[in-house]
């Protein structure tokens, strides 16, 4: 993906998006899991995202919000290397 594309995600309408696109997307930027539809979003998902931002915690639905995840985003505010 180029780095011009980076922030694309959000200008892809829901119908065109796919579990794999948006991962590819979320690797590159944490943030973008606020542009995910919910049904997409995966415990693998999240902590892509949490990996690349530690804020993108917000983003992550309560019932995938887990110990090690909450653990993942406190180290990396923390300590700015992942654990995982």
Known sequence: MAFYD?????YIP???KT???CLEY???NGWLLNYVP???RTIEMCFEAVKQESDALQ????HLK??????EALHLRTFKTPIF
């Open 14 to 16: 829901d119908s065109e």
């Open 19 to 21: 579990y794999e696109k």
């Open 59 to 62: 983003f992550v639905p309560e």
């Open 38 to 40: 919910l049904h997409m």
């Open 6 to 10: 980076m922030e694309g995600l959000k």
């Open 66 to 71: 887990s110990y090690e995840l909450c653990l």
């Open 26 to 28: 979320i690797k590159t």
